[in-house]
């Protein structure tokens, strides 16, 4: 069974103070992982897709990084727009186009 | 603009009685989900769909039916609801190994 383990479950930053968020997973046969932003009352809304150990993709202040274990999201001077949970999921070789999410991580970002 | 558009937003009901919640969206994507999101829980798969016509069960389908006449639309009904459903739905469409894109959600209470 695929399983998506984020930690941790909520994060308070000062604005500027960069950290990372971890996503633990294990599937049978990766295909991809994804990593969402979720805003309050809304959808989840697509950063990132990473396919294999070594890739790295950024956008703005975060990075998203992959191993064959786990993934990272670093967040570089954080800002308080930046505050949201961020979901990651995984997708098998053999799930057709379904996803696995993990619980999310909870983040703050104070002036 | 094109996107997947999710109705009703908020949506109070009683225990026993049928509701159907939609989602449409204008991209022709082939794939569509619908979830469901609890505290505790994250994102569950409930069912989802490949093409029209073309449905499967995912993590949590019991109480649930789907039906997908047209690319387009992929309705969810709760035959005779319970107060377990009360939760936050979500519908996500995409393309073969593609990321998934999210509608806005339909929260749903039942008393």
């Known amino acids: 069974e695929d399983q998506v383990t984020q930690s941790p479950e909520a994060l308070r930053l000062q604005e500027g103070e960069s950290s990372s968020l971890n996503c633990s997973y294990t599937?049978?046969?990766?295909?991809?992982l994804f990593w969402y932003r979720q805003d309050p009352g809304k959808g989840p809304e697509f950063l990132f897709t990473?396919?294999?150990a070594g890739e790295e993709k950024e956008k703005e202040r975060l990075k998203a990084t992959l191993t064959k274990k786990e993934s990272f999201l670093h967040i570089t001077a954080p800002k308080p727009e930046d505050s949201a949970t961020y979901l990651c999921a995984v997708q098998a070789g053999n799930a057709g186009n379904m996803l696995t999410f993990g619980g999310g991580t909870r983040l703050m970002v104070k002036p | 603009d094109a996107g997947i558009t999710q109705s009703p937003r908020y949506k109070i009901t009683e225990t026993g009685r049928q509701v159907t919640l939609m989602c449409h969206q204008t991209w022709s994507h082939s794939y569509m989900f619908w979830y469901r999101q609890d505290l505790g829980h994250g994102l569950r798969l409930i069912y989802y769909?490949?093409?029209?016509?073309?449905?499967d069960k995912g993590e949590v389908p019991d109480g649930y039916v789907v039906s997908r006449s047209k690319t387009e639309n992929f309705p969810l009904t709760l035959e005779s609801a319970t107060r377990s459903q009360t939760s936050v739905y979500f519908c996500a469409s995409s393309e073969p190994t593609q990321p998934q894109h999210f509608g806005d959600g339909t929260r749903l209470s039942i008393l």
């Open positions: 769909s490949a093409a029209a016509d073309i449905t």
């Open positions: 990473l396919y294999s």
């Open positions: 599937v049978s046969g990766l295909r991809g």
